[in-house]
């Protein structure tokens, strides 16, 4: 205490200690209290990160339903289209000369051929 000015007041040395017992407590308090909102923050910034990742997962997976029913939906379509023109095609075929004949021709093959298919299972079972 290298100057005492008139008027200051110095309160005794217990009172003095206290005062800054109570100071530091106030100190420790307030650093506490940022410390805690600080981890209470990032605890809230890690959920935060959680749950986007979540829905992003899920928009993402989303998506890839979407564009395989879209892919299969083309197949299907590409598939029924090829068919359809097979079949414009065989009809106009048949429409032509010896064209029935033909076709006629072709089914009796197939029966001869599904007709031994047959008779070579039953001899194999037996």
């Known amino acids: 205490m290298c100057c005492v000015f008139p008027g200051d007041i110095m309160p005794p040395n217990g009172v003095r200690v206290a005062m800054e017992m109570q100071a530091e407590a106030e100190r420790k308090k307030r650093a506490q209290i940022l410390e805690s909102e600080g981890e209470r923050q990032a605890h809230i910034n890690i959920a935060d990160g959680k749950k986007s990742s979540v829905i992003l997962e899920s928009e993402a997976a989303k998506m890839d339903q979407v564009n395989r029913a879209s892919g299969e939906a083309e197949a299907i379509l590409a598939r029924a289209q090829a068919t359809a023109r097979g079949l414009a095609m065989l009809s106009q075929s048949l429409k ?9 021709l072709r089914v009796a093959e197939q029966y001869i051929q599904a007709f031994g298919n047959i008779a070579k299972e039953k001899k194999n079972r037996v």
């Open 96 to 104: 032509e000369t010896g064209g029935v004949e033909a076709a006629s």
